[in-house]
């Protein structure tokens, strides 16, 4: 599975940005897909997955705020983030498993090379 991240960018405090992530394959459907971010000087951190049959989990810090969702006939899956944070600027990856609504980076397969969100206050 090859994937490809986008939609980042810089936003004010408050605003939105939706990130999506494009997959190549015909098993898409089969993994669950996350996201995760890692900002400056700090180790990459879980943000949100979704399983095969769309059961989802948020890190408690970005829960209210973003939704993750997938479209399994355009092998894509997308983080809605509202509400933005300057403790959201990070570079979002996305990435696949095969297990279940994984939230540790290590029990993933296959990662994207992760968009830049930049928050300003």
């Known amino acids: 599975v090859q994937l490809q991240a986008s939609g980042g960018g810089l936003v004010q405090a408050g605003g939105s940005l939706r990130l999506s992530c494009a997959a190549s394959?015909?098993?898409?459907?089969?993994?669950?897909m996350g996201w995760f971010r890692q900002a400056p000087g700090k180790e990459r951190e879980f943000v949100a997955v979704i399983s095969w049959t769309g059961g989802t989990s948020y890190a408690d810090s970005v829960k209210g705020r973003f939704t993750i969702s997938r479209d399994n006939a355009k092998n894509t899956v997308s983080l809605q983030m509202n509400s933005l944070k300057p403790e959201d600027t990070a570079v979002y990856y996305c990435?696949?498993?095969?297990?279940?609504?994984?939230?540790?980076?290590?029990?993933?397969?296959?990662w994207g090379q992760g968009t830049q969100v930049t928050v300003s206050s």
């Open positions: 990435a696949a498993t095969r297990r279940i609504l994984a939230v540790n980076d290590y029990e993933y397969d296959y």
């Open positions: 394959g015909r098993t898409f459907s089969s993994y669950a």
